[in-house]
Nanobody, 116 residues
Framework: QVQLVESGGGLVQPGGSLRLSCAASGSIFTTNGMGWYRQAPGKQRELVAMFSSVGGYTNYVDSVKGRFTISRDNAKNTVYLQMNSLKPEDTAVYYC?????????WGQGTQVTVSS
């Protein structure tokens, strides 16, 4: 089993910044396969950014490229999402995710609201 705990969400004005953190524990030995998804009201959950399971390459949804950066601390099994130049359309619940050879795990989610 793997447990994922997110932190760092909140309310921010348009143009502002937030940093999300996701700490993993349990049967996890790599941050490859960890990433961030988000779900806005009435919309499907979408991938925001992640480290690929093979090779650990970074992938971003087009709408956040140049504004969001995913990073990690392998010693702590923690990934981060630095979000800059936030827009109202970034408002969503952000979920940390980890996928291994058997299943995908989800965190509890953290709310990000971008509003003036």
């Amino acid at each position: 089993q793997v447990q994922l705990v997110e932190s760092g969400g909140g309310l921010v004005q348009p143009g502002g910044s937030l940093r999300l953190s996701c700490a993993a524990s349990g049967s996890i030995f790599t941050t490859n396969g960890m990433g961030w998804y988000r779900q806005a009201p009435g919309k499907q959950r979408e991938l925001v950014a992640m480290f690929s399971s093979v090779g650990g390459y970074t992938n971003y949804v087009d709408s956040v490229k140049g504004r969001f950066t995913i990073s990690r601390d392998n010693a702590k099994n923690t990934v981060y999402l630095q979000m800059n130049s936030l827009k109202p359309e970034d408002t969503a619940v952000y979920y940390c995710s980890y996928i291994d050879s058997r299943r995908r795990y989800w965190g509890q989610g953290t709310q990000v609201t971008v509003s003036s």
